[in-house]
């Protein structure tokens, strides 16, 4: 990519760099910081506000009227492209000729999807060479279930079209079964029990969910492991599905996932508890395995920052 040198017009003198930029390219703002994050905006003329040639321009940097910059526009990616790259704390738990079972980190998504541009666990897969053959959308190959980019633990993913057609129904059979752990605020009343509230878009914010009438059916059932006062250690199973459906119900039961701020945790808790995303975590899952029929389980134990937070909580 080759660097295009750019004046700065009269009409934006004194303007910030991100501001300047991002008139000048008719992009958003928060692309224009990426670029100059990037270093891919720089000092076109030596002495330019009394800048050397070829220095960075920072997104503080106030621009006159006249200076030239030098910008590399990158091209245009295709959200939805699949990007190999390693994921390294991501370790397979399981694989054979149909399925492959891993340890998803937080901060890992399943598959590319437009908005995200960090790693995915079909692009790790394929970065350590595991062939994944499937019908469907690519970037969607062998997923039959997600976890949350926040959210680790256990997933499963089909290497063969069969294994993506039997596990594909089993989740919309329900005959699997999936075990979470979560540290919910205070102590729900009951301690075990079952949530069952529909739940849907959140009418003021398309990205995130609510209980809502009129709602998808969710259930979620819950028992106590460890009360520790400003917190408890739920074990939770799931008998349906939905996008953040442990998140949600827990914060309308006014006990929500430490940690997770989204949905109404407590930021004092999450700072004393190291806790920078939602406590929870996909422990355990089961399901019959679809080449030879017979029950699988696999589960995986709690990364670094959940543990500590535990610890926290013991330790008084």
């Known amino acids: 990519m080759s660097a295009q040198q ?9 303007g910030r ?3 300047v930029l991002a008139a000048l390219f008719q992009v958003p ?3 224009a910081t990426q670029w100059l994050k990037e270093g891919l905006v720089t000092w076109a ?7 050397t040639a070829g220095r960075a321009v920072k997104k503080s940097d106030r621009l006159a009227a006249g200076a030239q910059l030098a910008v590399v526009v990158p091209e245009k990616q295709d959200p939805l492209q699949v990007r190999i790259e390693a994921v390294e704390e991501m370790t397979v738990l399981h694989q054979d000729e149909a399925i492959v079972v891993v340890d998803k980190p937080v901060g890992v998504a399943a598959h590319p999807s437009p908005g995200w541009t960090g790693p995915t666990v079909i692009g790790g897969l394929l970065a350590a060479g595991v062939e994944i053959s499937t019908s469907g959308a ?4 062998g997923i039959v279930h997600r976890l949350d980019v926040g959210t680790s633990g256990v997933m499963v993913v089909a290497k063969t079209e069969h294994a993506y057609t039997m596990l594909k129904d089993a989740f919309r059979q329900r005959t699997t079964q999936k075990s979470y752990h979560a540290l919910v605020q205070g102590l729900p009343d009951p301690v075990d029990g079952t949530i069952d509230a529909p739940i849907g878009r959140h009418p003021g914010h398309d990205w995130r969910f609510a209980v809502l009438e009129g709602g998808r059916e969710s259930r979620t059932h819950y028992r106590l492991q460890q009360a520790y006062g400003r917190a408890s250690l739920m074990d939770i199973n799931l008998e349906t599905g939905r996008t953040h ?8 039961l006014g006990h929500p996932c430490a940690g997770d701020l989204t949905y109404g945790a407590d930021p004092q808790l999450a700072a004393d508890l ?3 995303r939602q406590w929870l975590h996909a422990v355990e899952l089961g399901f019959h395995h679809p080449d030879h029929g017979e029950w699988v389980s696999y589960r ?10 535990l610890e926290i909580l013991e330790n008084g």
């Open 6 to 14: 750019i004046a700065v017009p009269e009409a934006l003198d004194g």
């Open 17 to 19: 760099a991100d501001v």
């Open 29 to 31: 703002r928060i692309q």
């Open 45 to 51: 003329q030596d002495r330019t506000q009394g800048r």
């Open 138 to 141: 690519q970037e969607r190959r």
């Open 245 to 252: 459906q442990i998140r949600v119900h827990f914060s309308a």
């Open 274 to 276: 190291g806790l920078t």
């Open 300 to 309: 995986t134990d709690y990364p670094a920052d959940l543990a500590q937070a």
